[in-house]
């Protein structure tokens, strides 16, 4: 039983070592990889659930590894949390967003994901101000993500940083909503212009009775207080019609489309190069 154990722990250390290496290599590799252009944005569609159409996307980070192909955001923005390489690589996604945008229709809007960390930088503001006066962005086309850790620590600061986003007439969403703590506080301590409600509600809306009290609650709760629902992780008809029922405003996910691309997106004005 003895060699036993020490079997077990001798591979479960080297799994341990692997594990640690690996997430070294991601942070090295990252550290170039928006030096060497290894990133892009994606663009999944945010669609209007009474007419089906997109009213803008949501900026999807991808990288492509030049030796490991494409890596989801699931594995390197923790990294990137960890290390604080998310600061630089935030940066970089609010002004490809932003220069993103400026080729679509007017109609269209985006939204960013805003990690913790970012909220935390003096950088922040600036690159959302200098982006926006460079690319003539109108500031409501602009939409941030952030979750509801941001508020969790340090509410005061963060609560303020929001309002000064807000005033440039920036939208926010609170993200995955549902997932984290005490969340009826945060709707009290800043005003959203909008919820997206997670996936995990959305996943059985059409065969829990329970999952659909809660959407309706939700939306009912959002649309009392001003607010925007969106439901994310829409797969099938049935869901969108649930939804529907309960009174969401928006839906994404995978029954309209995965995030593709920036040139899958229609109405797109062709680079002209003088950019
Ligand atoms: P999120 O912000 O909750 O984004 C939604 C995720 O759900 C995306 O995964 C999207 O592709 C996926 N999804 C959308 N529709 C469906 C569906 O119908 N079914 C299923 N199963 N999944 C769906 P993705 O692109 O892998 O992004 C994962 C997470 O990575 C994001 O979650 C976000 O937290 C983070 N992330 C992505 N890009 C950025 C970024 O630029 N900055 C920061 N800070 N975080 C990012
Ligand atoms: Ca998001
Ligand atoms: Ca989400
Ligand atoms: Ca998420």
Redesign the pocket.
Known sequence: AKENGRGCASVFERYMHEAVQDRRNIEMDLRSALKRNELE??Y?PLVNIETNESIGY????RWHHPEKGMI???VF?PVAEDTGL?VQ??EW?VRSALYEVAKWPEHLSVA????PA?MRSPNLMPTIINALAATGVAPHRLEL?ITESVLMNDNQSNVELLHKIRSLGVRIAL??FGTGYSSLNYLRSFPFDKIKID?CFVDEVDSREDCRAIIRAVTGLASSLGMVTTA????RSDQLSQLKEEGCVQV????FS??VPANNIKGRAEPTGNI
């Not at 960013?112 to 990690?115: E, G, Q, R």
């Not at 994310?232 to 797969?235: L, N, R, T």
């Open positions: 944005l994606y999944q949501e900026a999807l980070l989801m955001p699931d923005i998310i690589l935030g996604v960013v994901n805003l990690s970012q993500e993200d995955d996936r994310e992780g829409v797969e994404q996910g995978y029954l995965k995030a």
